[in-house]
């Protein structure tokens, strides 16, 4: 069974402070990671998808690592904002014959306070 | 642009009732299309998968099934419903290029609540 685990489970910040969460997974077989933002009452909305050791990917605020010889990325909040409240979910993609297959960790809650 | 529907939004249903929950995408042609499910406390277990029309993966045993009657339709469905298939059904689709598996996005419906009483 391919497990994949995020931490910590939940966080609380205040508005203005960095933060970071992680994701581990299987190290052997490792095609893609990918990350996911899921506000409340929306779609789940993909925030980056890696797939090379050492990769690194920002989108504003957001950036995110991958070190796929020890199975981790870590995500990184810059100046948390109110509308960083969110669930941020990964998903591991092992390397199959037909790697249609995303494997989520139960997620990251983020609140962050004004 | 491509959107995908899910309905219905909400479901109470009672223990031995059937299910039928639709997805359909608009925009895109031949898309993979997915069922999770994500059950309270946990993350988003893959379901079913198709990769076309009258082709169904199952990842997990359970008493639930999917089908494809059409290109860009997705249908759950179980005949008779345990408390266990409580939980938030979510659809999603990603394009189907050739040498892009598992780096596709996959793009999210707004998810179905299902309760199971």
């Not at chain 1, 909040?77 to 509308?83: D, H, L, R, T």
């Not at chain 1, 979910?89 to 989520?104: N, Q």
């Not at chain 2, 009732?17 to 299309?33: A, Q």
């Not at chain 2, 999770?36 to 379901?47: N, T, V």
Request: charged share 15%; net charge neutral.
């Amino acid at each position: 069974i391919l497990n994949v685990e995020q931490s910590p489970q939940s966080l609380h910040v205040q508005e203005g402070d960095s933060t970071n969460f992680t994701c581990s997974f299987p190290s052997s077989n490792f095609y893609a990671l990918h990350w996911y933002r899921w506000e409340t009452a929306k779609s789940p909305e993909a925030l980056f998808v890696m797939t090379l050791n050492g990769d690194e990917k920002k989108k504003g605020r957001i950036s995110a690592t991958l070190n796929t010889k020890e199975g981790y990325s870590y995500l990184y909040i810059k100046g948390s904002q109110p509308e960083d409240s969110a669930t941020y979910l990964c998903a591991f993609v092992p390397w199959m014959d037909s790697s249609y297959k995303l494997i989520f960790g139960s997620g990251t809650r983020l609140l962050v306070r004004p | 642009s491509q959107t995908i529907h899910q309905w219905p939004a909400t479901l109470v249903q009672p223990v031995g009732s059937p299910l039928s929950l639709e997805c359909t995408v608009e925009g895109t042609s031949n898309p993979n299309l997915y069922w999770y499910r994500q059950a309270a406390g946990r993350g988003l277990q893959l379901l079913f998968y198709s990769v076309g029309i009258g082709q169904i993966s199952s990842e997990v045993p359970q008493n639930l099934s999917a089908s494809r009657p059409q290109d860009r339709q997705f249908i759950l469905s179980s005949k008779k419903l345990l408390l266990s298939d409580s939980g938030f059904y979510l659809c999603a689709w990603s394009s189907t290029l050739r040498g892009e598996r598992g780096t596709d996005t996959q793009y999210f419906g707004p998810g179905t609540r299902l309760t199971v009483l």
